[in-house]
């Protein structure tokens, strides 16, 4: 019993920590193209990606579930060039973690770039430095702040991710039954104690998240005034 | 003549439309380009360094075209070597003042380490006196210093020409007075060239030893 409940807490972090490190790649990546880029339909795009935090949960995961199910195009893809079948493993969980908490990370990030001088990226250009460089020299760090705030706030929604998890994954004990999924079987099946107790562990991880989240990016604004 | 520059660039921002007809043969060392704010002194500056691509047009330095529109050659600003000071300095807020300086001398994706010591940014720092701010951010440090450090930063590289935007505008008269004998005195040392953008006659008295006045968008004379 008390096996199950951990094996559910550390699904979650597990698919939680996956689907942020996909969104720390994608989300840094469409924030500063949305921010420093102009293309038509670069609000649309925006929009398009905001999409999954105002979408009713099943309605996202049962578009996910059209693109990657065995008849849908990346999954009948998949399924046919390398024999992998995503839906009801927890890797579509990750997926739908990591869509459903992408605005969490590219919105801020987009900010984070937009606020940075645009001049201090033209004083590193005429100091020779490439736009590789700048990017990681003079960019990134002085976004770095946003996107860390962002970051965590994504890592708690991809915790709680339930409606589209539970249609692309399912609710397999021990393999994709995740943490708030397993606490809705748990009141499904009339189960109080553990309901309960699954509830407090969910909590106790949010809790300690956002403490985290403040600390971080508290100290790196410390960090900023106190070098000397 | 160092720098030779014919160029036309229409540009346009919030509705606003505004035409830049600029030519410029820099023979002395020292040239001003005097002119109220709005004249499109920036835009040539910036035109230099490679930081705004005109329409049309061609830019030489020593002899060495960086732009030409008909061939349709334009370096980027790190093909240039061109030290530039920005009118607010733009000092990378999150360095500190010895890394600021050695910015443009280590290449790579990392930023030269908080402790480092490379000795032509310690030449620098001491030669503008702000080798004891070197660990300060340039939030810490007074507006006088600022200036010294952005001017640390652009001559550290060895640019083959230095373009000041309004350089002095943001410190008081004293400081003013003292800035301008201490760049003379460095110019003097390395032979750069200078371009300085001002509409401080001040400015035009010490380093104009060629003034190139521009209004609405036009060079003149």
Same mark, same amino acid.
């Given at each position: 019993m008390l096996d199950l409940d951990w094996s559910a807490l550390w699904l979650s972090l597990k698919v939680a920590g996956c689907a942020t490190a996909i969104n720390l790649v994608l989300g840094i990546a469409l924030g500063g193209l949305l921010a420093r880029r102009r293309f038509p339909g670069r609000e649309l795009l925006d929009t398009l990606l905001t999409l999954p935090m105002i979408l009713p949960p099943t309605v996202l995961g049962y578009y996910l579930l059209v693109l990657i199910?065995?008849?849908?195009p990346l999954g009948a893809w998949l399924q046919r060039?390398?024999?992998?079948?995503?839906?009801?493993?927890w890797q579509a969980a990750v997926i739908a973690a990591a869509v459903a908490s992408l605005p969490l990370v590219f919105k801020p990030a987009r900010a984070a770039f937009e606020g940075v001088d645009g001049q201090l990226e033209q004083a590193a250009r005429t100091l020779g430095m490439s736009e590789p460089a700048l990017f990681f020299r003079v960019t990134l760090p002085l976004a770095w702040r946003g996107i860390l705030a962002g970051l965590l706030l994504a890592f708690a929604r991809a915790m709680g991710e339930f409606g589209a998890t539970i249609m692309v994954a399912?609710?397999?004990?021990?393999?994709?039954?995740?943490l708030s999924i397993a606490i809705y079987e748990a009141v499904q099946a009339g189960n109080d104690g553990r309901a309960n107790l699954l509830v407090l562990v969910s909590s106790a991880v949010c809790i300690g998240v956002l403490l985290v989240a403040a600390r971080l990016v508290g100290r790196s604004s410390g960090d900023a005034r106190n070098v000397a | 003549m160092w720098l030779e520059l014919d160029i036309h660039c229409q540009l346009q921002a919030a509705g606003q439309r505004f035409q830049l007809q600029a030519a410029l043969r820099c023979q002395s060392s020292r040239v001003v380009l005097f002119?109220?704010?709005?004249?499109g002194k920036s835009l040539t500056l910036k035109a230099v360094a490679g930081l705004l691509r005109p329409d049309a047009g061609s830019i030489r330095m020593h002899g060495q075209p960086l732009f030409d529109a008909t061939a349709g050659l334009h370096l980027s600003p790190q093909q240039r070597r061109i030290g530039y000071v920005f009118q607010d300095y733009a /000092?990378?807020?999150? /360095?500190?003042v010895r890394q600021n300086v050695a910015f443009g001398l280590c290449r790579g994706w990392r930023n030269p380490a908080r402790g480092c010591r490379i000795a032509a940014v310690e030449h620098w720092l001491q030669v503008f006196g702000i080798d004891q701010v070197g660990d300060l951010l340039p939030a810490q440090i007074s507006g006088g210093q600022r200036q010294r450090t952005a001017l640390a930063r652009a001559l550290v590289t060895r640019p083959q020409a230095l373009l000041l935007d309004e350089?002095?505008?943001? /410190?008081d008269h004293a400081l003013r007075t003292h800035l301008r004998r201490e760049l003379e005195s460095v110019l003097e040392e390395t032979g750069i060239p200078l371009l300085l953008i001002s509409h401080d006659p001040e400015d035009v008295m010490l380093f104009g030893q060629q003034v190139v006045h521009m209004a609405d968008g036009r060079t003149q004379g």
């Open positions: 199910g065995s008849n849908g060039g390398f024999g992998i079948n995503l839906v009801f493993t399912g609710s397999i004990p021990g393999r994709t039954q995740t | 002119g109220p704010s709005g004249a /000092l990378f807020p999150h /360095l500190s350089p002095f505008a943001a /410190l």
